[in-house]
């Protein structure tokens, strides 16, 4: 990762992955949508784990 900032700078190395997070979370919204609609986790109750 440090090849990003000697390259482009310590801001443009922000931005590009700033930009990169907000693109796969679009990504992520549009082909799970069923995703957003959760809200929030706290509600839900999972099955428990062997072990924990």
């Not at 390259?7 to 990169?20: E, K, L, S």
């Not at 929030?40 to 109750?45: C, E, K, T």
């Amino acid at each position: 990762m440090l090849w990003c900032v000697a390259g482009f700078g310590a801001v443009p190395a922000v931005m590009i992955g700033g930009i990169g997070t907000l693109i796969v979370v679009a990504l992520w919204a549009w082909r799970f949508p069923e995703l957003r609609m959760i809200g929030r986790l706290d509600h839900i109750r999972g099955k428990s784990v062997k072990g924990t």
